[in-house]
Nanobody, 129 residues
Framework: QVQLVESGGGLVQAGGSLRLSCAASGGTFSRHNMAWFRQVPGKEREFVALITWSGGAMYYSDSVKGRFTISRDNAKNMEYLQMNSLKPEDTAVYYC??????????????????????WGQGTQVTVSS
């Protein structure tokens, strides 16, 4: 059982930056592919980025590619999302998620919320215009 706790959300002006963190405990963090999703009220949870268990590959949604960077530190059981050039449309609750399935990184699986075994409680990011 893996517990995930996000932090680092807040209010920022458009064009600014935030760094989200996700602390994992209670399981084998290094054996999970890790991802970030986001959700706004009334909409489905949306895939943002995924990093494989080794940190060897990263994948991004088209809407954040070039602006966001996902990373992890397996020695510290931590996952991060560096968000630059933030836009008002990035406003959402951001969730970290862990997937035990080795093939969860594939294109047709990584965006599917049901692929992920564990979720954090979310952290609010608000970008003002």
């Amino acid at each position: 059982q893996v517990q995930l706790v996000e932090s680092g959300g807040g209010l920022v002006q458009a064009g600014g930056s935030l760094r989200l963190s996700c602390a994992a405990s209670g399981g084998t963090f290094s054996r999970h592919n890790m991802a970030w999703f986001r959700q706004v009220p009334g909409k489905e949870r949306e895939f943002v980025a995924l990093i494989t268990w080794s940190g060897g590959a990263m994948y991004y949604s088209d809407s954040v590619k070039g602006r966001f960077t996902i990373s992890r530190d397996n020695a510290k059981n931590m996952e991060y999302l560096q968000m630059n050039s933030l836009k008002p449309e990035d406003t959402a609750v951001y969730y970290c998620a862990a997937a035990a399935s080795p093939d969860s990184y594939t294109a047709n699986r990584r965006t599917n919320v049901y692929v992920y075994d564990y979720w954090g409680q979310g952290t609010q990011v608000t970008v003002s215009s």
